[in-house]
């Protein structure tokens, strides 16, 4: 760099990380330490509140009559149990080692769907934590942000130790989601900002991968202590303990410029760059940040005077909503495929941690767009090859095998979502694209739970037909989105409108771009 040289921060910090150290890698998986907690607080109600249908003992005549009427060693059933409206603590004792909240509130057979309610509110959360992120980023930053989005989590998730009602643990799960979004956002705001551009495929999918590690953690937790507040109080123990790391990170240096502290911004670039043994002063250096010349009304004004950006910025949303709802509704799901609660949810976690990274290699050898073709038909195919009844032992049939693959396939293209829809998006109106979709998400993770009820209401063979036919909508949307692969990132809606064909907009300079862009 020459002085008096003009760079704005991705040129920057591309300047100064040339390439990768173990004290680079080291400050990125710092950063990603507290995205591992989002995944345990997502699942937690499943382990926390499971219903041991398997589990239990008659105590009334009626109850033991009904057994001796079966003669069968496979009476203790849920059909056994709901069939006959067996009552708990009246009819039958529960026998299970471990304790849950739906135990302890008898929320089984009708009442079972509270289990699922309890689940979903943590997505009601976190789309008030997604809508809330921008403002508290602007406010206080990314790395502050993500602090204090952590802390709030963290308090809920030991405030779950001690709940005294149902009432109580569907606001706890608000503020878990509240929390952990915004703790989310800001981490991966922050590594976006700091990761150079030739390896920031790889850190975005090193951060789902600590997602992914979380929910191991959580697997882990809930299957080596039985007494669920207790699982409860050690997973806020690990959400507050997650802060820590996040108080040694820099401030975001584009956070700094925001605010007007260039001088600082310049000395976290300095003290990266010694990071990155590439020590470099920028005393001397302009640093450029354009603050943004739109404001909300007139960027929503703008998609209705450029149509290409409405199309693909609506079809993204349909893409996120239902790739969510799939997402979520295989994760809710596995006590519907397996009886064996921890070996099913351990493979699943096993399972993303696998999709998510091969999402890095997808997209180096087939590009964006062919790379979700290929996720999304795995998933397809999986879903149609579990209609048969095929029984391979005791605890795995081909139903089983068939979605656990099937859900590889699913997570790595919501992954690959995130990075897709980014580059659709003008830079103009990445921000505003990439929250309407992520909170479209948001609202198909809240349905995602509730789609493992329809194996009680209909026949499995019925929702897989529905998991094949949401999926190959999918498909049919990104065939009508670009194909970013080799492009450069459109920087204006009217560089989207090029990208299509159309011939009524001309090149324009984002330096003089005034919401007209014509």
Known sequence: MKEGDTLNIHEAVDKVATRLNGKVVALFIVAILSVYTTAGDTYITVFTGFIPYSEWECVSARCHKLREQANSSAFYTKESMCGNELVAGVDFNWTSARTSFSMDWEFYCDKASKLTVASSFFFIGAFLGLISSTAIFDQVGRKHGAIIGVLIAGVASLAGTWVPSYEVLLAIRVFQGFGQFINLTGVYCWIVEFSPSNIRESVSALTVDAWAVGYIFIVGISYFIPEWRYIFMTQGILDIVSVIPLIFLPV??????VRGQEKQAKATLHSFSKLCNNETSFDDINLAYEERRQNFWKQIKDFRSFPTMLKETLLSMLCWFIVAALFYGFSFGWTKLSTVLYTSHFLDAVSKLVAFTLTIPACKLLGRKRALY??????????????????ISENWTLEYIACLVGSIGTSAAFALFYLYTSEIAPTSHRGMVMSLSSSSARLGSFIGPYISLLYD?????????????ATLIICLAVFFQADTHGRKIPETPGDVELRAGSKRYKQVDPETYDMEGR
């Open 457 to 469: 209401v209909t026949d499995r063979r019925v929702v897989l037909a529905i998991f094949a036919a």
């Open 374 to 391: 290929l996720f999304l038909l795995c998933g397809v195919l999986c879903n149609l090859l579990a209609m048969p009844d095929v029984q």
């Open 252 to 257: 975001s240096p584009r956070f700094s410029l």
